[in-house]
């Protein structure tokens, strides 16, 4: 069974650029979340998605969206980039069974010059 | 806002060596996962625990939650170098709340 995929692996912006990072979860999985993981701040939660709907966000400006398709992949927009959003954005899936369990992509590493 | 507290925050021990990690928090979870991250990878799902007082075994590691469902704890038996890596725990609560973690290095 294949993981969770995330596309690109890295991705180099300038400040005030738009990013789009993608997420393909496990198959069977209706829930997505979006993470960020910028150094010496942790894991922080962005974004929930489930059956097409944003069910929560994180601590994070408007800047920061996305969207889930109908065939539950996802996407994160990171407009307007500054350079404190360069980082590691990690996207992970759940299913509808085991909510809680989030299985977790490999990373899309954003660099903002 | 809903903070989850680990310890220590580093520990590096010579292979062969037990070792425990905590995580803590001031209020009750609902569940709490355990992950293990590497350098440049996403965190790989460990261990879930539910039930106030359960102890879940994953061969040389042992995963135990508190009785009163706020803090829970990670034993490793004989650490090998393999262990090595970010061990991190989540709660889930109005949202999503990882831990800052306990970056475990395993001295061959």
């Known amino acids: 069974e294949a993981g969770v995929t995330q596309s690109p692996t890295h991705l180099i912006k300038t400040r005030g650029q738009q990013a789009t990072l993608r997420c393909s979860p496990i198959?069977?999985?209706?829930?997505v979340y979006w993470y960020q993981q910028a150094l010496g701040l942790g894991l922080q939660f962005l974004l929930w998605?489930?059956?097409?709907?944003?069910?929560n966000r994180g601590n994070f400006p408007p800047r920061f969206s996305g969207r889930q398709f109908p065939n539950y992949s996802s996407e994160l927009n990171v407009n307007a980039l500054e350079l404190e959003d360069s980082a590691l954005y990690l996207c992970?899936?759940?299913?509808?069974?085991?909510?809680?369990?989030?299985?977790f992509g490999p990373g899309t590493r954003l660099t903002v010059t | 806002t809903q903070l989850l507290e680990q310890s220590p925050q580093f520990l590096s021990i010579q292979e062969g060596e037990n070792l425990t990690v905590y995580c803590n928090s001031s209020?009750?979870?609902?569940?709490l996962q355990w992950y293990r991250q590497e350098p440049g990878e996403g965190p790989v799902l460990l261990v879930t625990?539910?039930?106030?007082?359960e102890v879940k075994k994953l061969k040389r590691l042992t995963f135990q939650f508190g009785d009163a469902r706020k803090d829970s704890s990670l034993h490793i038996t004989a650490a090998q170098p393999g262990d090595t890596g970010l061990y991190l725990c989540?709660?889930?609560?109005?949202?999503?709340?990882f831990g800052p973690g306990t970056r475990l290095s395993v001295l061959p």
């Open positions: 992970a899936s759940s299913s509808r069974q085991v909510p809680y369990e989030q299985y």
């Open positions: 198959s069977g999985h209706t829930s």
């Open positions: 998605y489930d059956e097409g709907e944003e069910r």
């Open positions: 209020s009750v979870f609902s569940s």
């Open positions: 625990v539910v039930t106030g007082g």
């Open positions: 989540l709660r889930r609560g109005q949202n999503f709340v």
